[in-house]
């Protein structure tokens, strides 16, 4: 778990970077303007949550490219959060779902990714672009400030669990890109406690490259829990925000809230991503 001291040199940085860079939209390289000069409402038809606001990331995009981003907004799949067009307003699941045994309670992406949100994320993942995740990271905060099924999470300070990476893969990437968004998320929900309690066991070829079925194939025995022995108890009996940077298919997520239920012995996993490809 990072200190304090650990965030403050981190926000030290960002703030030493914005001096020596102009600050600049990251979706167009324009100028970027002040929050109070633009702010749009969007409405959304699921009950009594609160109505998203736009203009929440004027601190990286200029309202036009913000304009762009998708939020994912009611109706959705109350399991994978896959989302569709049109209103309703009781929970469905959908197609995909009906068949499937996922570990996970249910899945909520904040944005559609598609456009410039996975412009971005290819940029923080492939192309060494960590500056973004404070972006990234505000991005999927939009999940816990807007969806009510995760309204309880800070107040009973449920777990943040990165999926992991190989050790391989870390060494190659620098980071990981999902623990990079739990940080910039817990300086927004300073209840949510950091545990990266997962491991990866086996160097498997990336997941966007193969079909659905063989993706399940390629993660068996690809996850465990840490080798420390007293983060076993970090998540027994509680609710678990597993966190990501986009679901596709969701196999990734649900193999790893089912080691974090059978061998962590969590009481049940919730997935957050920042995208819902
Ligand atoms: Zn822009
Ligand atoms: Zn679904």
Not at 192 to 221: C, F, K, V, W
Request: aromatic share 8%; proline share 7%; net charge positive.
């Amino acid at each position: 778990m990072p200190s304090r001291a650990t965030l403050l040199l981190q926000d030290l940085s960002e703030g030493i970077l914005g001096l020596i860079y102009p600050s600049l939209c990251v979706g167009c390289e324009g100028p970027l303007v002040k929050p109070e000069q633009t702010k749009v409402t969007v409405e959304t038809s699921w009950p009594n949550s609160p109505v998203p606001v736009y203009n929440r990331f004027t601190r990286w995009l200029c309202p036009e490219c913000e304009s762009l981003l998708e939020p994912v907004c009611p109706p959705f799949c109350s399991l994978c959060g896959n989302a569709f067009f049109g209103r309703s307003t009781v929970a469905f699941r959908c197609a995909n779902c009906s068949h499937r045994r996922l570990w996970f309670d249910f899945a909520r992406g904040a944005f559609r990714g598609e456009g410039l949100t996975r412009e971005l994320i290819h940029r923080f993942k492939y192309e060494n672009h960590l500056e973004l995740r404070g972006l990234l990271g505000t991005m999927l905060g939009e999940t816990l400030g807007n969806d009510p099924r995760l309204a309880a999470a800070e107040n009973e300070r449920w777990p943040l669990v990165p999926v992991p990476l190989h050790s391989r893969r870390f060494r190659e990437r620098g980071y990981n890109q999902a623990w990079e968004l739990c940080l910039t998320l817990r300086r927004r929900f300073p209840g949510l406690p950091l545990a990266p309690i997962l491991r990866r066991t086996r160097y498997t070829t990336m997941q966007a490259s193969l079909h659905r079925e063989d993706r399940l194939n390629n993660l068996q025995g690809a996850f465990a829990l840490s080798r420390l022995p007293w983060n076993r108890h970090r998540v027994s009996g509680r609710t678990v925000l597993l966190v990501d940077d986009v679901l596709t298919t969701g196999a990734t997520l649900s193999e790893c809230a089912r080691i974090l239920i059978e061998e962590g012995r969590a009481a049940r996993v919730i997935a957050i991503t920042l995208a819902r490809g």
